[in-house]
């Protein structure tokens, strides 16, 4: 079990939740290795034809913030890249 999992249940009853947001492959920030041409190629790998955008990740986060009732959830946000 996880320390997302072993938390979430107990502190469910106070009204927090835990949650985690996996981004991969997000423009900007300088976490993207490499030159523009670089990440062209790797925008070619992702499914949804380019890399994601910040406020995309944003838009998890208010989700997340707006909605009591998502706990001990990892929410991934990779446009398709890793299939579950």
Known sequence: MGL???LA???APYGVTVNVLAPALIEGG???PGDEKAH???AARVP???LGRPEEV????LLLI???FITSQTIVIDGGLYPR
């Not at 944003?58 to 986060?61: E, G, L, S």
């Open 48 to 50: 949804v034809g380019r």
């Open 4 to 6: 997302m999992h072993a």
């Open 9 to 11: 249940g107990p502190l």
């Open 66 to 68: 707006g909605n009591a």
């Open 30 to 32: 300088g976490t993207l």
């Open 58 to 61: 944003a838009d998890a986060v």
């Open 40 to 42: 062209q190629q790797l």
